[in-house]
């Protein structure tokens, strides 16, 4: 068990991953780059299920993702999503080297 914050959290405290990158890279898809060194691909289409996420179907507000605190934010960070989700709901992206 560990505390941050005042909050005590049951498990073991994992490694806190950031994002250092965003590029937009197709309708409702990310290129994140990692502190991990990581690169992956986000597909942020099952998020608009939800009413917070509602206005990032409009390409003129997702194509302003930026990066605040570690993560992905958008609307001047009225709209953002955890890094940790960003990480486990991405695929491994792999550049091709041609």
Not at 76 to 93: F, M, R, V
Request: hydrophobic share 40%; glycine share 6%; with cysteine.
């Amino acid at each position: 068990m560990y505390i941050i914050n005042g909050i005590a959290y049951a498990h073991e405290p994992n490694e806190l991953i950031k994002v250092q990158s965003v590029k937009v890279v197709g309708e409702l898809c990310l290129l994140l780059t990692f502190t991990s060194g990581e690169k992956r691909i986000f597909d942020a289409t099952n998020l608009l299920q939800y009413p917070v996420y509602k206005p990032l179907a409009d390409p003129e507000i997702f194509n302003q993702a930026n990066i605040e605190g570690g993560t992905v934010i958008w609307q001047n960070g009225d709209i953002d999503i955890a890094p940790e989700t960003l990480y486990n709901q991405s695929y491994k992206y792999e550049e091709l080297n041609i």
